[in-house]
């Protein structure tokens, strides 16, 4: 038998997780990460989300960790875990999907000023669109970050009928999606588009890379959507751009401290809608089909995409 241990929705979900795999893969033995009958050394792989420090480490014949969800930070910001060990991130259709459902309500959302009248329902006052009316054929959207996400994201606004840039760190190439590459094409592609849509991982180079001066390059009037990670975006710097004007609406999925502090200003700002980091956030079924086929690659000495690369940082 293959163990698998799972740290994710807590015992209550162990029944289902089981019953998913059994259909799934028969042959894989399903364990709470908290069964005290489990030996660690005897643990195959780990489905898992923000694991206690040094619990991996101890699962010393770990063949993959895999994460609950797209992003990694909340297993590598534990400093003993296994580097050694394949880390693979949460895939599939379903995240994909729930991603460009919710990028394409965004954008849409700036185009037709949702933020103006979220306000006049608040106020109960009948308010208007207030500036100049946009049809999606002039929107000019910008997608930075192009990976798992970021170019089927891009791809659905273009078939949307949006005019799509795109820009990455290296070079790609993307059907109705105009491409930029680098620091050299930054500028470029930031002059391209008024809605920018965040779709970064966190790393050292991403880390506060939305500043004023970026956002003061985007067409007026600018827009922002955030669903990469939330210390992309310099949360002082947004403020700024909000209230003098340098842009105009922010859709805001991710933060630095996450629940969003009660006191934070973005929640009661009129030009700020938030979502609690709900973008995409897959089923526990169609965690558990990704799961399985990963795993099924693993057990035949295939290789699998979504692997964390160290040196890149994601």
Known sequence: MVCLVIKQGGPAALPEWKALFARLMPRLAVRDWDDPTVDPAHVDYALVWKPEPGRLAKMVNLKAILSAAVGVDHIT????????????????????????????WAVFSILRDAATWRVGQQDKVWTRQTGPARTSAEMKVGVMGLGSLG????????????????????????????????????????????????LLPETPETTGMVTYDV????????????????????????????????????VLDVFDKEPLPASSPLWTHPRV????????????????AYVASVIEALEQGKDVPLRYDPAKGY
């Open 77 to 104: 910001c534990d400093p003993t875990w296994p580097k050694n060990v394949p880390l693979i991130r949460m895939g599939g259709e379903e995240p994909v999907m729930q991603m460009e459902d919710y990028v394409l």
């Open 151 to 198: 170019a089927p994201v891009a791809m659905r606004l273009a078939r949307a009928g949006f005019q799509v840039s795109g820009w990455a760190r290296h070079a790609k190439t993307l059907e109705g999606v105009t491409c930029y590459a680098g620091t050299k094409g930054l500028s470029g592609f930031l002059h391209a588009c008024d809605t920018l849509v965040c």
């Open 215 to 250: 956002l003061a390059q985007l067409r007026k009037p600018a827009g922002l959507i955030n669903v990469g990670r939330g210390p992309l975006v310099v949360e002082a710097d947004l403020l700024r751009a909000l209230n003098d004007g340098t842009l105009h609406t922010a």
């Open 273 to 288: 809608i938030i979502t609690p980091h709900a973008a995409a956030d897959s089923s526990r079924p169609a965690r558990a």
